[in-house]
T-cell receptor, first 114, second 107 residues
Framework: EPEVTQTPSHQVTQMGQEVILRCVPISNHLYFYWYRQILGQKVEFLVSFYNNEISEKSEIFDDQFSVERPDGSNFTLKIRSTKLEDSAMYFC????????????FGQGTRLTVV | KNEVEQSPQNLTAQEGEFITINCSYSVGISALHWLQQHPGGGIVSLFMLSSGKKKHGRLIATINIQEKHSSLHITASHPRDSAVYICAVRFTDKLIFGTGTRLQVFP
């Protein structure tokens, strides 16, 4: 069964460092998303991406964040200068279309900023 | 601001019991998703609904668009059903998540 793959599963980084979280969406999907879940809190939307551009982003997704689909298969989330409060589980998701289709989630990357 | 509310927040049950988890939302949506999150953190999609009812094995999901309400039922619950169940609504280009219901089923 096709699945969304995220790497690494766990990343520890020092405050102020740049991190890149990687995702390989399902191959025929066109819409890509990043969500995050701070420990003990609900999952929050960060950004959606379609046709090689951001289609929607949340208030959380400030200038420190960027997304890219560099090679037609990977979908990456970059955090330029990590803060302690960026520590969270980051989920990548993909779907065939926006409305009325199932979203498939990766297993998540647990980011710990120390 | 859109909100998704779930109840109860925590639920314990004996194996074999019938479980109901409720979800209410505040604005018009294009679809509602029920998701399952296990202790390791991964999220699995259970259902996507835009109307009516869906059934998959022992899981049943219903939605009432007029009342902005959905329920997830688990029949003959089993300890392996223990997880966090999350309701999420699709609004514009994103999913808005509820806080989840933590279910523990004891043998």
């Amino acid at each position: 069964e096709p699945e969304v793959t995220q790497t690494p599963s766990h990343q520890v980084t020092q405050m102020g460092q740049e991190v890149i979280l990687r995702c390989v969406p399902i191959s025929n999907h066109l819409y890509f998303y990043w969500y995050r879940q701070i420990l003990g809190q609900k999952v929050e939307f960060l950004v959606s991406f379609y046709n090689n551009e951001i289609s929607e982003k949340s208030e959380i997704f400030d200038d420190q964040f960027s997304v890219e689909r560099p090679d037609g298969s990977n979908f990456t989330l970059k955090i330029r200068s990590t803060k302690l409060e960026d520590s969270a589980m980051y989920f990548c998701a993909s779907s065939v279309s926006v409305a009325n289709t199932e979203a498939f989630f990766g297993q998540g990357t647990r980011l710990t900023v120390v | 601001k859109n909100e998704v509310e779930q109840s109860p927040q925590n639920l314990t049950a004996q194996e074999g019991e019938f479980i109901t988890i409720n979800c209410s939302y505040s604005v018009g949506i294009s679809a509602l998703h029920w998701l399952q999150q296990h202790p390791g953190g991964g999220i699995v999609s259970l259902f996507m609904l835009s109307s009516g009812k869906k059934k998959h094995g022992r899981l049943i999901a219903t939605i009432n668009i007029q009342e902005k309400h959905s329920s997830l039922h688990i029949t003959a619950s089993h300890p392996r059903d223990s997880a966090v169940y999350i309701c999420a609504v699709r609004f514009t280009d994103k999913l808005i998540f509820g806080t989840g219901t933590r279910l523990q089923v004891f043998p």
